[in-house]
């Protein structure tokens, strides 16, 4: 097996199984119909956003952080972001007793057997929504605003940038969560990927345009330097004609 078709593999299972999208489908059912009961008009909206709309999302196994994020649209505005992100928990201890809550500020998290919810209390607003920020305040979010751009930059690059994102998710899951996950995918998102054509490229682009002297954490800036070593060492062994030493090395990047 080559480098090119090691990563188009890896990239491939880097996707929800069937199982697990039934499962995710069948809890966001369950977590509407309960939001209604318990609320009913004092919520105005609720949907789901983020990378599992984008289709970002990796599957537990190869992120355990992997989560649902949930916007809880309130219909009555007027009290701190602490009085919602109190009702959001209240609410989940009543239909979720038995599984883990806890305020990961700005949400509520809630962890059932097969994936994390990240409940998300929020009012309209002018721009869109407001959301609860991590120092406690009011923040303007439109927080599906990002997935036309992401789609867009997919359907240009040969749809090579979502599994490209995937596959660097992995690592960076791996890795200790180097960077913020969704600040990453915007990264990702910008960059120019002139001349890549497979996925090889594509991923190792990424890992080009880090600049670890750009990084002020020590323990961050070593991941970024290992990553481009490996990859570094993987070209050479493939200019040198050593295709199975090249894909031995990239699993250290993506096992």
Known sequence: MSVLSYLDKRASEAVLSDAEKRSINTSITTLRARLISYFGKNVAEQFQFGSSTRGTILPRKMDEGSDIDYMIVFSESGYTPQTYLDRVRRFAEAYYSRSEIKQSSPTIV????????DLVPALKSYYAYQIVGHNGEWLDSNPNDFNETLTAKNNQEL???KPTIRLVKFWNAKNGYVFDSYSFEKWIVGLSYWGCINQTQYLFNVFDS???????TQWRREKVERAKRIIATVRQYEQDGMPYSAEEEVKKLIP
Not at 110 to 117: A, C, M, R, V, Y
Not at 210 to 216: E, H, T, V
């Open 159 to 161: 749809f090579k940038i």
């Open 110 to 117: 809630l962890e059932l057997n097969h994936i994390k919810f």
């Open 210 to 216: 880090l600049n670890p002297y750009s990084i002020d």
